[in-house]
């Protein structure tokens, strides 16, 4: 079964840096996209940004651009999402997800079940 | 950036058609076939219905198709059904300075 594994929820103080991670399981991990979407509470999707691990090929969106880091650790086959300084606006939930192809950039058919990131103090 | 536009909410009854509609430009919609639609329901994970404009993964219903006109695209539900009450979102490819993906604000389906 392919598989998209995410912490549930972290808790954490604004200016503190955290790292969430997606394991993958059932699938080669280095053939496909992996994607983060952020949805603020009652808000819409987001899309963040992506890696391939085979290369690594990272792309972010202009919006994120600066403000997240996206990284593959091919040998244990995870994807991580890293912040340097959160802010009480970053609470969330972000998922990961897997891209169906290799130029369906959004078309994301596998789904983690989402970290809820809340920065609180 | 701005989103692609969606209407805010669509209803319909049981065993009607509906159809969403996903406007951009032709640096998103309307310049690529790299269109998807997502289904999600409260407190779960999106699923994606269809991409690639009109394609459906395995095991999503026909009752789901997708289609695209100029910088619009569309998502039409057949035979209504109350499990089809949800959030759908559509995304695309987009090219400005650099290349990555769009979300549409999101649509409000309810099933009267």
């Known amino acids: 079964e392919v598989q998209l594994v995410q912490p549930g929820a972290e808790v954490i103080k604004p200016g503190e840096s955290l790292k969430i991670s997606c394991k993958a399981s059932?699938?080669?991990?280095?053939?496909?996209?992996i994607t983060w979407v952020r949805q603020m509470p009652g808000k819409g999707l987001e899309w963040m940004g992506m890696?391939?691990?085979?290369?690594?090929?990272?792309r972010y969106s202009p919006s994120f651009q600066g403000q997240v880091t996206i990284s593959a650790d091919k040998s244990i086959n995870t994807a991580y999402l890293q912040w340097s300084s959160l802010k009480a606006s970053d609470t969330a939930i972000y998922y990961c997800?897997?891209?169906?192809?290799?130029?369906?950039?959004?078309?994301?058919?596998?789904w983690g079940q989402g970290t809820t990131v809340t920065v609180s103090s | 950036q701005s989103a692609l536009t969606q209407p805010a909410s669509v209803s319909g009854s049981p065993g009607q058609s509906i159809t969403i509609s996903c406007t951009g430009t032709?640096?998103?919609?309307?310049?690529?076939?790299?269109v998807s639609w997502f289904q999600q329901h409260p407190g779960k994970a999106p699923k994606l219905i269809i991409y690639?404009?009109?394609n459906r993964p395995s095991g999503v219903s026909n009752r789901f198709s997708g289609s695209k006109s100029g910088t619009t695209a569309s998502l039409t539900i057949s035979g209504l059904q109350a499990e089809d009450e949800a959030d759908y979102y559509c995304?695309?490819?987009?090219?400005?300075?650099?290349?990555?993906?769009?979300f549409g604000g999101g649509t409000k389906l309810t099933v009267l």
């Open positions: 995304s695309s490819f987009r090219t400005s300075r650099t290349s990555y993906v769009i």
């Open positions: 690639d404009v009109f």
């Open positions: 890696i391939y691990p085979g290369d690594p090929d990272i």
């Open positions: 032709s640096s998103d919609v309307g310049g690529y076939n790299y």
């Open positions: 059932g699938y080669n991990f280095t053939k496909h996209w």
């Open positions: 997800a897997r891209v169906i192809r290799v130029l369906s950039w959004g078309a994301m058919d596998v």
